[in-house]
């Protein structure tokens, strides 16, 4: 039994060791464990307060997107709206060249003129759906060209200078349309 009580007591010292060990370790570098752990909590505090700067900043920044946004819809929105109204402009002045024919031209069968009708509206939605600005004032350009030479053709039949009892003009400018486009 000796024996058993020498290795009890051995592990018991050796357990008081490591405990002493422990102890004196912690005791040495308590102030090091105590500044860790302050610079831990600093570093965290630190790390708080940036991301709350952060969220700050990108709660101001989406707020100033969002105004913009806004402000921009705003603007399309009048934009649209001017837009829709220059259209319903078009086909009432489109309306307009209608009766202006069916009176100068009375004599005219009715296909003829919704076919001087039809073209004046296809040149218009041709331009009105083209995006690139350029080629949308080609097509405004034509569309005028267009209503110029049906009220000049009017006019000149009222005039009675005209030499057929047809819109030569006008209908020079349908043919040749369709030479190039498909309509």
């Known amino acids: 039994m000796p024996l058993i009580s020498n290795l009890v007591a051995k592990i018991t010292r050796m357990l008081n060791t490591v405990k002493t ?9 308590q102030d090091k464990l105590a500044a860790l752990k302050q610079a831990q909590a600093l570093a965290e505090k630190d790390l708080e307060i940036e991301l709350k700067k952060r969220s700050a ?16 819809l705003s603007v399309l929105k009048i934009k ?32 003829m003129i919704f076919a001087i009708h039809h073209h004046a509206k296809f040149l218009l ?3 009105w759906e083209t995006q690139d600005f350029a080629e949308r004032i080609r097509h405004e350009v034509r569309l005028l ?7 000049e053709d009017a006019r000149l039949f009222l005039e009675g200078d005209s030499a057929k009892n047809l819109p030569l003009k006008t209908l020079g400018l349908i043919e040749d349309s369709g030479k190039t486009d498909t309509i």
């Open 80 to 111: 649209y709206s001017q837009d829709v109204q220059d259209y319903k402009n078009y086909l009432l002045a489109l309306e307009q060249l209608k009766r202006s024919i069916e009176a100068s031209y009375s004599h005219l069968p009715q296909a």
């Open 21 to 29: 060990m422990n102890l004196d370790w912690r005791l040495e570098n």
């Open 145 to 151: 060209n267009f209503m110029s030479t049906v009220h």
């Open 125 to 127: 939605n041709t331009m």
């Open 57 to 72: 900043r990108l709660e101001h920044d989406l707020a100033q997107l969002k105004i913009q946004h806004d402000a921009e």
